[in-house]
């Protein structure tokens, strides 16, 4: 396991404003200097992407990233952003797959697209998975098996330097504190994930992969989260923009 944690601030589709999207840079900016080990990774919606890049372009811990990424070749792509623009806009990290644009109609076909186009550009992908539901029978694993084989199976190894697995079980993202995954089931399924990844990269390579957590983190949850749960990091949403609670939630960590 890696020394230095990763912390995503996925903000979706907020804040409204670029000045409260500002701000809330500015405040992170601020407490940056007390984060001790922490790659932190803001990921704003497209549109504050560059004045947000501005404000952390010289950190050598905070940095920047997109939401989403557009697949496919060509210019005629009304609405779209491809990965290259986001590269030369000084971005370093692309989340995809996540399991909100996977249920606005990202099929793994699309995923491993979005992927490719990342990787290939020499941005850093953030690379999503997680079970709609799970059983006793463990149904979890084959959901995640096969969307790690679907997307990774016929990438080159040497990129997966470049690459992040934010494991995000989708029952339990949005929900309250206490519905987050219990740290020891975490921890079975990021030693399967492990499993899966050094059967496709070999066991050396595999484990240099860093594996965060997604899911209802919040302040009063992360630390044992990351502590039991046997990954680098989390990636966080409604908590990374409750500025206070946030930047309390590094430290922590
Ligand atoms: P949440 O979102 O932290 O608000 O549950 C996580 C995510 O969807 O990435």
Known sequence: MSKTKIIVANWKMN????????????????????????????CPPFVFLNEIQTIFARSKKIFVGAQDVF??????????????ML????????????????AAGDDEMIVKKKLESVLDSGLHAIFCIGEKNRDEHGVQFNEVKGQIESALLKIPKKIISKLIVAYEPVWAIGKSENEAMKPEQLHEMTIFIKKVLSDIFGFENAEKVPILYGGSVTKGNA??????????????????LKTKNFIELIKEI
């Open 71 to 84: 697949a496919g070749q060509g210019v005629s792509h009304t609405g779209e952003v491809n990965a290259i």
């Open 87 to 102: 590269k030369n806009s000084g971005m370093k990290y692309v989340i995809v797959g996540h399991s909100e644009k996977r």
């Open 15 to 42: 804040p409204e404003s670029a000045e409260e999207a500002k701000k809330i840079s500015f405040d992170i900016k601020e407490s940056g200097n007390d984060f001790d080990k922490i790659k932190l990774i803001i």
């Open 223 to 240: 630390k044992e989260i990351v502590e039991k749960g046997n990954v680098d990091g989390l990636l966080i949403g409604r908590e990374s």
